[in-house]
């Protein structure tokens, strides 16, 4: 079956260090996102991808990059860890439907812990 | 920004219950979706209308839509325990792929 995966599910790390968090999905979907989860924001927009070498910024993209050199990964990376990015990540993939709904497939998460 | 506020923040009911949640949106919209999450995981889709219907059901829920009032609301019928979890709405604007969802509502089913 189809499915989203993200590795490591948990992460402790130190303040300035660089982190990447995995996300690979089998689905092939062209589109992928990355979110944060902190209590009182619901799921706030990191980056996202509508397909191979496409990225985009989205509402909360400081401190954190991504690259997409095929249609099944999207890694996320902080440059350089904080302790305001101590957060549950998560991952997603959705179809492109031009003119239609697309509802996104969301991977188990990654809890990060900066300390 | 959230483009979808929800409401209430948590519901408490016993099961058997309907409970009810409500969000409310800035903008125009393509479509609104409803999705679930249990506790420590990823978040699974319930359901999606776009901007010309009304009202959509699936099993025991039902979503309508007043786009006049920039606003969506959730019903899901005689609840269970295993409904406890917390509800997102989240709207798609234009023709951009890309979500942004709500707080969330927390629904605490008691049996």
């Known amino acids: 079956d189809a499915e989203i995966t993200q590795s490591p599910r948990h992460k402790i790390t130190e303040t300035g260090r660089q982190v990447t968090l995995a996300c690979h999905q089998t689905w092939n979907h062209n589109n992928m996102f990355w979110y944060r989860q902190d209590l009182g924001h619901g799921l706030r927009l990191i980056h996202y991808s509508y397909g191979v070498q496409d990225t985009n910024k989205g509402e909360v993209s400081d401190g954190y990059s991504v690259s997409r050199s095929n249609t099944e990964d999207l890694p996320l990376t902080l440059e350089s860890a904080a302790s305001s990015q101590t957060s549950v990540y998560f991952c997603?993939?959705?179809?492109?439907?031009?003119?239609?709904?697309?509802?996104?497939?969301f991977g188990p998460g990654t809890r990060l812990t900066v300390t | 920004s959230q483009q979808g506020e929800e409401d209430p923040q948590a519901l408490s009911i016993q099961e058997g219950e309907n409970a009810t949640m409500n969000c409310s949106y800035k903008?125009?919209?393509?479509?609104l979706q409803w999705y679930r999450q249990n506790s420590g995981r990823g978040l699974v889709h319930l359901i999606l209308i776009r901007s010309n219907e009304r009202e959509k059901h699936s099993g025991r829920l039902r979503v309508t839509l007043d786009t006049s009032k920039k606003s969506s609301s959730l019903l899901i019928t005689a609840s269970r325990a295993a409904d406890t979890a917390s509800y997102f709405c989240?709207?798609?604007?234009?023709?951009?792929?890309?979500?942004?969802f709500g707080a969330g509502t927390r629904l605490a089913v008691h049996p």
């Open positions: 989240a709207t798609r604007t234009g023709g951009y792929n890309k979500l942004i």
């Open positions: 903008t125009s919209i393509n479509n």
């Open positions: 997603a993939s959705s179809e492109s439907r031009q003119g239609l709904g697309n509802e996104q497939y």
